[in-house]
C-alpha cells in the first residue's frame, strides 16, 4: 500500500473566479410515477418553459447568440455604462497630472503659443509618453486586481467574460493598448467616446471595444 499522502488540486488564488454550479441530488417523482406518463395541463412540456431566448442564455449569449450556456451565470450584474464613463475620466484626469507634471519637467510639452516654433519630437515625445503611462497604469491595476482606481471608487471591475476570473497581464495589457494607443496617438477623446461608448449600445454584454477585443466584462464589485 502507498504510504503517500492523496493528492489535491492546488487552491485558486482568485476569489472572483466563478465556481461551478452544485448539481442538486435527483429526487424521484412523488408517488412512484414516471414524469413521462402524464403530460402537464395544456399539453405543454414536462420541463416547463425554456427562458429566453430560444431555452438558453437569458442575455442572448451563446453560440450565435441562439442558445448556449450563459457565461455571466454566477458573476455579478453587469456595471453601469454610465459609472464606467465616470471611473475612466477619473482616471484620464490623475494620469493626465502625472502626464502633464513629467512632460514639463522634461520640457516635452505638446502646444506652442508660436506656430512657426512647432516642435514635432515635442508632441509626440509627450503622446509616447502618455500611451506609455496610460497602457502601464491600467494594464497594472486591472491585472492586479481587475479595478483601476475609478473603477474601485464607484464598485466595479474588470472580469474575463469566460469564467469571471481577473484579467492576466497579457489580457490586460491588449485591452488597454486597445483603448489607449489611438487616444494618445491620433484620437484623443473621440476614440476614447467610441471605444468606452460603445458600451451603451453593446448587446448582450455591454462591452466596450477594448472588452470584445480582450474578451472581457465590466461587473459591479
Known amino acids: 500500500m502507498s504510504t503517500e499522502p492523496p493528492q489535491y488540486p492546488p487552491p485558486d488564488d482568485d476569489p472572483f473566479k466563478k465556481q461551478p454550479p452544485q448539481q ?3 429526487q424521484p417523482p412523488q408517488g412512484g410515477g414516471s414524469p413521462y406518463d402524464t403530460p402537464p395541463p ?3 412540456s414536462p420541463y416547463g418553459t425554456p427562458p429566453p431566448p430560444y431555452g438558453g442564455d437569458p442575455y442572448g449569449g451563446g453560440p450565435g447568440g441562439h442558445g ?3 457565461p455571466l451565470a454566477g458573476m455579478p450584474p453587469l456595471a453601469d455604462s454610465g459609472k464606467r464613463v465616470l471611473a475612466r475620466i477619473i482616471d484620464m484626469i490623475l494620469v493626465g497630472i502625472v502626464v502633464g507634471l513629467l512632460t514639463w519637467l522634461f520640457g516635452t510639452s505638446e502646444y506652442d503659443i508660436d506656430p512657426d ?3 514635432t519630437g515635442k508632441s509626440f515625445g509627450q503622446s509616447l509618453l502618455a500611451a506609455v503611462l496610460y497602457i502601464a497604469y491600467d494594464t497594472f491595476m486591472i491585472s492586479k486586481t481587475g479595478q483601476t482606481l475609478g473603477k474601485k471608487w464607484l464598485g466595479m471591475r474588470v472580469a474575463n467574460l469566460n469564467d469571471g476570473a481577473t484579467p492576466t497581464m497579457s489580457t490586460a495589457l491588449a485591452r488597454a493598448a486597445v483603448l489607449w494607443l489611438p487616444f494618445a ?3 484623443a477623446c473621440i476614440w476614447t467616446a467610441i471605444c468606452g461608448g460603445w458600451s451603451f449600445f453593446d448587446k448582450p454584454y ?7 477585443a480582450a474578451k472581457t466584462v465590466v461587473v459591479s464589485a
Not at 206 to 212: I, Y
Open 24 to 26: 442538486p441530488p435527483h
Open 42 to 44: 395544456g399539453g405543454g
Open 68 to 70: 448556449g450556456p450563459d
Open 117 to 119: 516654433k512647432v516642435n
Open 185 to 187: 496617438f491620433c484620437c
Open 206 to 212: 455591454k462591452q466596450g471595444l477594448h472588452d470584445k
